[in-house]
């Protein structure tokens, strides 16, 4: 079993900035890819932004593209969300998880997912 543990949200103005942070308990051997999506109430999860494990390659919903940037640190088992330019609409619950397989931009593909940290952007 994986543990996932999201913090760094918060309460900001439209504007700001926030970075999320997603520590896995263990090193997690195999994981292709690391994402995070996100889910306002009575909406389905859509996906936000993955990175793949080796090779650096990302991936971002077109909604976020050029505002939030993902990255990963190998060493410390940690996946980075650095929100830019927040707006009021992407106020909502943000969860990481992991994938073994499959598409990045399935939540299908993931395996394991934290309990979300809440973003709230105020205008």
């Known amino acids: 079993q994986v543990q996932l543990v999201e913090s760094g949200g918060g309460l900001v103005q439209a504007g700001d900035s926030l970075r999320l942070s997603c520590a896995a308990s263990?090193?997690?051997?195999?994981?292709?890819?690391m994402g995070w999506f996100r889910r306002a109430p009575g909406k389905e999860r859509e996906f936000v932004a993955a990175w793949r494990w080796n090779g650096d390659t990302t991936y971002y919903a077109e909604s976020v593209k050029g505002r939030f940037i993902i990255s990963g640190d190998n060493a410390k088992n940690t996946v980075y969300l650095q929100m830019n330019s927040l707006k009021p609409e992407d106020t909502t619950v943000y969860y990481c998880?992991?994938?073994?397989?499959?598409?990045?931009?399935?939540?299908?593909?993931?395996?394991?997912w934290g309990q979300g940290t809440q973003v709230t952007v105020s205008s």
């Open positions: 263990r090193r997690i051997f195999g994981v292709y890819k």
């Open positions: 998880a992991t994938a073994y397989s499959g598409s990045a931009y399935d939540p299908g593909s993931y395996a394991y």
